[in-house]
Antibody, heavy 123, light 107 residues
Framework: EVQLVESGGGLVKPGGSLRLSCAAS????????MNWVRQAPGKGLEWVSS????????YYADSVKGRFTISRDNAKNSLFLQMNSLRVEDTAVYYC????????????????WGQGTLVTVSS | AIRMTQSPSSFSASTGDRVTITCRAS??????LAWYQQKPGKAPKLLIY???TLQSGVPSRFSGSGSGTDFTLTISCLQSEDFATYYC?????????FGGGTKVEIK
């Protein structure tokens, strides 16, 4: 069974940092591109970042570019999001999501999602 | 960035109704469109990809159509478990973008 379990969320002050993790199991993690998608309270979904299976290709939304860093450790089946210079508007539930295609071809739509971890940025 | 506009943003319907949700892209995206269902407090669930291909395990009452800029999600006979919020997503190009969502409520 595919499982994605996020952790690392919490309350942080504006300007602070936080590192999110996503532990993957039930599939060959190293074969799939992975993503972070967030959802502000009561709002819609916003794609944040994508990383290819070998970390060769990385993409970010303009809203987080230069502040967030996506990475992965295929040996530990883990995905990360380092979030720096956090802003109030970064408050959201952060989901990790698996690309629906394995290997070199990336579909960029998501077939499995974690349960999310809440990040609250407030003074 | 490609803007995805869904309509309506919310509506009420009854069990057994046929419902249609529309998603419009600000520029052509061929058929690179996915639909998700999200229930309160839960992660989104993939329903449809490539505009009209049903994800494995999704009931056949769900269907999608469209290409270019205009797309629809249809639920042929609304069931109680279908009351949720639905999102479209384009994956034609980065940044990947979602529509604002359509909430289907019980009448």
């Amino acid at each position: 069974e595919v499982q994605l379990v996020e952790s690392g969320g919490g309350l942080v002050k504006p300007g602070g940092s936080l590192r999110l993790s996503c532990a993957a199991s039930g599939f060959t993690f190293s074969s799939y591109s992975m993503n972070w998608v967030r959802q502000a309270p009561g709002k819609g979904l916003e794609w944040v970042s994508s990383i290819s299976s070998s970390s060769s290709y990385i993409y970010y939304a303009d809203s987080v570019k230069g502040r967030f860093t996506i990475s992965r450790d295929n040996a530990k089946n883990s995905l990360f999001l380092q979030m720096n210079s956090l802003r109030v508007e970064d408050t959201a539930v952060y989901y990790c999501a698996r690309d629906s295609s394995s290997g070199d071809y990336v579909n960029n739509y998501f077939d499995y999602w974690g349960q999310g971890t809440l990040v609250t940025v407030s003074s | 960035a490609i803007r995805m506009t869904q309509s309506p943003s919310s509506f009420s319907a009854s069990t057994g109704d046929r419902v249609t949700i529309t998603c419009r892209a600000s520029q052509g995206i061929s058929s690179y469109l996915a639909w998700y269902q999200q229930k309160p407090g839960k992660a989104p669930k993939l329903l449809i990809y490539a505009a009209s291909t049903l994800q494995s395990g999704v009931p056949s009452r769900f269907s999608g159509s469209g290409s270019g800029t205009d797309f629809t999600l249809t639920i042929s006979c609304l069931q109680s478990e279908d009351f949720a919020t639905y999102y479209c997503q384009q994956y034609y190009t980065y940044p990947l973008t979602f529509g604002g969502g359509t909430k289907v409520e019980i009448k």
